[in-house]
């Protein structure tokens, strides 16, 4: 039997696309197998959420299974929905002077009496896609990486990351889908990112922005300081007499797009030590 979607992710069928898709993180997460590795059953379990999440969490889908066409395993339900072309299965042929026959019913009767009439016939179908939930670093969104993600069934896959990817983006994985029940291609694996947060940049389109402390002596006199960026450390010359607020680029040093972007370092002196006795006489005018 066909699962219910909505059952599945215990949504309601009035659940906004919103309410569908917190509930579908929320049990991916719970469920993950990387949470729980060699337990068959919740292994299957994520799977059938993941199936559920493609039938309603994709707005096609969702208003076919709603208006009853097809089922919760995305299969075609008969006519429901009524002939073409109100919906249903379209079915398609020639009448002798090349008229087009679209009636079903039609079809069928001219099977029981013996009519030349024949349904086209599709050919193997494609099997279904599966949805998963994956999480990247920062880093990885920003230089692009190639990880090994786990699926559903326990399976591991070498994923190949583009830089410049953004949360609610979608990476298809070619056949790692459902297989065909009729010996068709099998499905794909849709992975829907989700870029994690990072403590040290913000990123601004293909650009980088970030905090820098610097030393009041360098601010002064100049320098040299280490900067941290998501392809590793590299050296900035802060000009003499740099005041707080300053903006320093590094050229190339953004996301990794063709041309990448650069990252924008805003330099905020600080004092090396409070307490210093010389730097006390200084503000003093002593």
């Not at 799977?47 to 309603?56: E, F, H, Q």
């Not at 913000?202 to 980088?208: I, N, P």
């Not at 005041?243 to 805003?266: E, S």
Request: proline fraction near 8%; charge should be positive.
């Amino acid at each position: 039997m066909a699962l219910d979607p909505y059952s599945v992710l215990g949504v309601p069928r009035s659940a906004t696309e919103a309410e569908i898709k917190k509930a579908y993180r929320t049990k991916v997460k719970a469920l993950h197998p990387d949470q729980h590795p060699n337990d068959a059953k919740k292994a299957d379990e994520f799977k059938r959420v993941s199936s559920a999440y493609d039938i309603i969490g994709d707005a096609e889908k969702k208003a076919k299974f709603d208006r009853g066409e097809i089922d919760g395993d995305g299969n075609p339900k008969g006519f429901a929905g009524g002939g073409y072309p109100g919906g249903g299965t379209r079915w398609e042929g020639a009448g002798p002077h090349g008229s087009p026959q679209g009636d079903p019913f039609e079809d069928i009767l001219s099977g029981m009496f013996g009519s030349g009439a024949r349904r086209r016939n599709p050919g193997p179908q494609k099997g279904r896609d599966v949805r998963y939930r994956v999480e990247i670093s920062f880093e990885d969104a920003v230089t692009g990486a190639r990880r090994r993600m786990t699926m559903a069934d326990g399976s591991a896959l070498d994923v190949n990351i583009p830089a410049g990817i953004t949360s609610g983006q979608t990476l298809r994985l070619k056949s790692q889908g459902q297989p065909s029940p009729s010996g068709g291609a099998p499905g794909d694996a849709l992975l829907e990112v989700d870029v994690q947060l990072s403590p040290v940049w913000t990123r601004d389109g293909k650009d980088l922005r970030m905090p820098l402390s610097v030393d009041l002596r360098t601010a002064v006199l100049g320098g040299t300081v280490e900067v941290r960026t998501p392809s590793g450390p590299v050296t900035l010359k802060v000009p003499a007499g740099t005041n707080t607020g300053a903006q320093l680029r590094l050229k190339g040093k953004g996301v990794q797009v063709t041309p990448p972007g650069d990252l924008y370092v805003r330099l905020e002196i600080v004092l090396s030590d409070p307490r210093d006795e010389g730097l006390k006489r200084w503000a003093e005018g002593r």
